[in-house]
């Protein structure tokens, strides 16, 4: 089902990638974080909203990507991501990260769908297009994943050309995908790996150049960790 607030299709790039990203809602999403973003009224849904902006602006501009599928329950984030291109649904059922990407999966193959599908997390701001086109191609066709820079989590999971993709993110999912045949590639893709859970990978994003000036877009700024951030305010 499309989201409530759906209005528009996504944008269909030349790739072969079908991308889904799960989000939760903006007032539980990124709870390691809370707090760290200032005292201002939202300035941690802000924060969240324009790392999940961040995240799927650079996976729309990947050629490699045919289209991108935001699951998310919240409005606010499904209307925000459809205004850049990507198709929002909603959970359904709701039933954590797992059903969330199945969802987004079966609803990207009823818009027409592509040989491969892939689910990427929401919080990688810093990810360069090129990052994620080359590890598409690294992938060539094979169930593929990457994990995160600790070598514990996941961030990206590529099915294998014309298969199904059996995601298991959650703690310990780099084991879980490994165990269950996917391809651990570990190419130069620092952007890929650095999600943020933490102050500290917020720290990491800021060395990989996160936010860029063209993401900058109100004057607002949040502190933190001597980190300056630019939200969307
Ligand atoms: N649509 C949807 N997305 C989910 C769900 N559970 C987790 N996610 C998303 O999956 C990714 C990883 O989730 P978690 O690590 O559990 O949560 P998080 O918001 O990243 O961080 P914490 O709250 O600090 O654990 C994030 O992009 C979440 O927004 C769910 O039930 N539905
Ligand atoms: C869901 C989980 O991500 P994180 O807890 O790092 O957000 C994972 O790596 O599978």
Known sequence: ????????????????????IPVKSLSIAKSRLRGTAGGRSHAHEELVLTMVNATVTAAIRSHAVAAVVVVTPDPIIASSVESLG??????EPSGGVNAAIMHGVCAARDDGGGPITGALLADLPALRHHELT???A???????????????????LLSACGEELRPSFGAGSALAHRESGAVSLTGEWPSLRADVDTVHDLCVVAGLGWPRPDESMDPHQMRFAGTSVHTTG
């Open 138 to 156: 690294a992938a060539a066709g094979r169930r593929a994943f990457c994990a995160d820079r600790h070598g514990s989590g996941t961030t990206l």
């Open 86 to 91: 990507a198709r929002a649904v909603t959970d």
């Open 134 to 136: 080359s590890f598409i």
């Open 1 to 20: 089902m499309k989201h409530p607030s759906s209005q528009s299709r996504p944008i269909k790039n030349r790739g072969q990638v079908d991308l889904v």
